[in-house]
């Protein structure tokens, strides 16, 4: 397995700009598939968005599709989730998953087998 760091999250303003990173460690980073999860109190952890091995492929939750984008720097072993026009309802904790899986358009968090502690983000109105 893969241990993931995530860090970047913050109380932020409404239509205001954060931009989430994600270590990790190893040196097999460029084999595994990224996601990005988020989820508040009360309710399941939510799809966001995630990368191919490559980061020639992106997929995103329709509730943020436009307003977030992923990357990754395989030679720096981090993943990057840069979130605009931040809205009240982004307010979660943040996650980000590997794998060494196919990317596909239909992963969700029983996809991965690696998870960060998350990190918190607050959008204030």
């Known amino acids: 397995q893969v241990q993931l760091v995530e860090s970047g999250g913050r109380l932020a303003q409404a239509g205001g700009s954060l931009r989430l990173s994600c270590a990790a460690s190893?040196?097999?980073?460029?084999?595994?598939?990224m996601g990005w999860f988020r989820q508040v109190p009360g309710k399941e952890r939510e799809f966001v968005a995630a990368?191919?091995?490559?980061?020639?492929?992106?997929y995103y939750a329709d509730s943020v599709k436009g307003r977030f984008t992923t990357s990754r720097d395989n030679a720096k072993n981090t993943v990057y989730l840069q979130m605009n026009s931040l809205k009240p309802e982004d307010t979660a904790v943040y996650y980000c998953?590997?794998?060494?899986?196919?990317?596909?358009?239909?992963?969700?968090?029983?996809?991965?087998?690696?998870w960060g502690q998350g990190t918190q983000v607050t959008v204030s109105s």
């Open positions: 998953a590997a794998d060494e899986i196919p990317f596909s358009m239909r992963l969700g968090p029983a996809d991965f087998g690696s």
């Open positions: 990368i191919s091995r490559s980061g020639r492929s992106t």
């Open positions: 190893g040196r097999r980073f460029s084999s595994y598939t």
